[in-house]
């Protein structure tokens, strides 16, 4: 099934969905936003992706490891975030000392945070897909696809 | 007059209590397992509206470094609250999933019927 | 590179990452077996010098990023703390060897893996959190794990069971959400230690703030540590969940939210709280209830793994009971029967599993002559059973001795009677089994011992028992200090 309103429209959504979701997460440190709501948003792109283009050829379909990827590769930068300050002789998770401190009203300061931030949002975009992904195929094996 | 008033004053805390009190009752006496997700969802959002009712300062703005504002509402419930949300929504995924896997065994989504299903293979 | 001064958060940290490589490795078994393991031995070995500290230096407290309270969070590891740590690491070590070298029961074993690593760091991170909130993330995480580790058998049963202990679970975590609320409301503090402070002024002006928060939390942790008569989902989910998961959840999981709820009473809500409300009297009537209630619904069981699940209704029933008591050795026996339990409980259910395993017999009057047949995971069966029974030189007799004579210090003789009632009781459904499986007439089914890797974390948690029960020494310290942050 080929449903050109539903393709035509997607392409416009998906990609001001994306962008809207990747503004949130950016803004997680000086504004309202963060890793979970901007991860969520970028989630629901993927998960209206799959529900347009699921009908359509396999090669469009996202894969069980994209999400997987996603998922982990998110906590891992956050591990990684925060070990740099035991490495650096400080504290779990830490900024002082090792990386630059914010000021208010500057996107590119407040050191670490922001790349936690974006481990949160490739976190939980991951895990929003993969538990869509999950369900929707919950009927075709019992205890899921891995 | 009084009374009204200091309804009035809870009554953020007085709905929340009631909603916690709705998810609850259904969550325990539904037989529908759906019906006790849908509960178990209206009693975490009412425990959130609880919490960020807690923060709420009448008047107040969002907790933003801006110039004129002198009111900021208390931003560690709502910050709180997000992770509740994520905990929440994590559990009715796993419920959810659960009920799929229920349906596909015993047929039904009737807790009565899937105890006396389960009861009868014992037998 | 690493200081081992980090060990409050690495403990949790290296059991996550271990938990989210896992999937990442796929199907190279071996790996995924050394990883997992390591990660549990990496944990262990932490925990051990995290404690030796402890002893040594006093309280920990570790501010994560470096912030203090009562911005900042901060994981604080006390004597009680990094005693339970220690006790989670090891039991779950032993669990884990279990779990890649026993039975195989799940299908995908990388998932089951990952799933026992989360549990594992949420309980750690769960004892050593030093604020509510953060406490309150651990105990989800936790119990989601917990509930998926019953559900990936797959069967009909384990399913029914894992869904029907989600949503009393989910209500246990609403009240104690809840009442985390009320509490925050009058404090205005998630950090414990400020909780305290604060409480001492606050207190007095909103008592029924306090008192719903206190019978919320009760409550809350009641159902998840499966308190009477808020067990009823235990049997179902304990015995229908795989081998290891049994004994995870029984020996484990139930216990770390009444360390949970102990370390909120004396650190946040303050030890004046036992003297203004009846919580101890509470405790004494629910515990006198667990102890008659499930050594009774244990006698009438068939299924081995049943029995073992009633079993833990009545070991819970001892340390709130020694809680409950409040006298300082009753508190020493309660604590130290976390350790105990945890240790001879896991026996069971690992020796039970493989006897199911080897023989496919699950009802305990087809037992009969299997003793002579598999002789060494029966005398480690009869050896659990003994502690549970509590024949000296077990590690269970010293726990009971410790509360026993705890009630005697309070004045509550009654309890020291139950207590050997209730022993008595134990005697009256553990005996019977070991006796026709070593005595009773041959069954006509084959069993031979399994191997040995199969084998091995039995017969160390068997040594346990005996090592624990003969030289209970080697954990008084932990055990006495712990003691005295409850009674000052």
């Known amino acids: 099934m080929n449903d050109m309103i539903l393709e035509m429209l997607s392409r416009i959504l998906i990609p001001a969905t994306q962008l809207f979701g990747a503004y949130i997460l950016f803004h997680g440190h000086l504004s309202p936003g963060g890793g979970f709501s901007g991860g969520t948003i970028i989630g629901a792109s993927f998960i209206l992706y799959s529900l347009v283009y699921r009908f359509t050829a396999q090669k469009h379909r996202l894969k069980h490891e994209t999400s997987l990827w996603l998922e982990v590769g998110g906590v891992l930068v956050y591990v990684m975030a925060g070990l740099v300050g035991i490495v650096f002789g400080r504290h779990f998770l830490t900024n002082q000392g090792v990386f630059p401190t914010g000021e208010p009203g500057r996107l590119w300061s407040s050191g670490m945070i922001l790349l936690v931030t974006l481990g949160i949002g490739a976190k939980v975009a991951g895990t929003v897909l993969k538990l869509f992904q999950e369900l929707l195929e919950g009927g075709a094996e019992p205890d899921g696809h891995h | ?123 | 590179m690493l200081n081992l001064g980090h060990a409050p958060v690495l403990i949790v940290v290296v059991l996550l990452l271990a938990a989210f490589i896992i999937p990442l490795l796929g199907k190279r078994q071996g790996v995924v077996n050394a990883v997992f393991l390591g990660a549990g031995a990496a944990a262990f070995i932490m925990s051990l010098s995290m404690t030796m500290r402890v002893l040594a230096e006093g309280t920990l407290h570790y501010p994560v990023g470096g912030w203090a309270a009562p911005y900042g969070i901060v994981v604080l590891v006390d004597v009680f703390a990094a005693y339970s740590s220690l006790v989670l690491a090891m039991v779950a070590l032993i669990i884990s060897w279990f779990a890649v070298y026993g039975p195989r029961e799940v299908r995908h074993n990388g998932v089951y893996f990952t799933l026992i690593l989360l549990l594992t760091a949420a309980m750690q991170g769960m004892v050593m959190a030093g604020d509510l909130f953060n406490l309150f993330v651990f105990i989800e995480i936790s119990s989601l794990a917990a509930i998926a580790i019953i559900a990936i058998k797959g069967t009909k049963e384990s399913v029914e069971a894992s869904f029907r202990y989600l949503v009393l679970s989910a209500l246990g975590s609403g009240g104690v959400l809840f009442s985390i609320a009320l509490i925050f409301m009058i404090t205005g503090h998630l950090n414990m230690e400020y909780i305290r402070t604060t409480l001492i002024v606050t207190a007095e002006q909103y008592p029924l703030n306090l008192l719903t928060s206190i019978g919320l939390m009760v409550v809350g942790f009641g159902v998840k540590a499966a308190l009477f008569p808020m067990h009823v989902w235990l049997p179902d989910a304990h015995s229908n969940a795989p081998t290891a998961s049994s004994a995870l959840l029984s020996g484990l999981v139930v216990k770390v939210y009444i360390i949970a709820l102990m370390r909120i009473a004396y650190l946040a809500l303050g030890l004046e709280i036992f003297a203004l409300l009846p919580i101890r009297h509470l405790f004494l009537a629910l515990s006198t209830g667990a102890l008659m209630v499930g050594s009774v619904f244990a006698m009438v069981q068939d299924n081995a793994k049943r029995l073992l699940a009633f079993s833990t209704v009545t070991q819970v029933g001892y340390i709130f009971l020694g809680f409950g008591l409040f006298s300082p050795r009753a508190i020493e026996g309660g604590v130290l029967h976390i350790l105990n339990h945890a240790v001879m409980k896991s026996l069971l259910f690992l020796a039970a599993g493989v006897i199911i395993h080897q023989t496919g017999i699950k009802k305990l009057s087809q037992f009969n002559g299997l003793g002579r047949k598999m002789p060494l995971t029966f005398a480690a069966f009869t050896v659990g059973a003994m502690s549970m029974v509590g024949i000296p030189g077990t590690a269970g007799f010293i726990s009971k001795l410790y509360i026993a004579l705890g009630a005697l210090d309070a004045d509550m003789l009654v309890f020291a009677v139950l207590i050997l009632v209730s022993s008595l009781l134990n005697a009256a459904y553990y005996f019977p089994i070991i006796i026709s499986a070593f005595f009773g007439k041959d069954s006509e089914k084959e069993a031979v011992e399994p191997r040995l890797a199969m084998l091995a974390p039995i017969l160390v948690l068997a040594l346990m028992v005996f090592f624990f029960g003969l030289f209970p020494s080697l954990m008084v310290p932990l055990v006495q200090q712990t003691a005295l942050l409850f009674v000052r």
Do not use: C, W
Not at chain 2, 16 to 40: D, E, P, R, S, W
Not at chain 2, 69 to 83: E, H, K, R, W
Not at chain 2, 112 to 118: N, P, T, V
């Open chain 2, 1 to 123: 007059m009084v009374i009204i008033e200091r309804l009035y004053m809870n009554i953020y805390y007085l709905v929340a209590v009631i909603l916690f009190i709705i998810g609850f009752h259904t969550m325990l006496t539904h037989n529908n397992l759906l019906k006790k997700i849908m509960g178990m969802n209206i009693m975490d959002t009412s425990l959130f509206l609880f919490f960020v009712a807690i923060g709420y300062i009448h008047g107040g703005q969002a907790p933003i470094l801006r110039e004129g504002v002198m009111q900021y509402v208390n931003p560690v419930p709502s910050a709180l609250i997000l992770t509740g949300i994520v905990i929440s929504v994590s559990f009715t995924a796993f419920a959810l999933a659960l009920v799929v896997l229920l349906h596909k065994q015993y047929g039904t989504l009737d807790a009565d019927k899937i105890i006396a299903l389960r009861s009868k293979r014992h037998a």
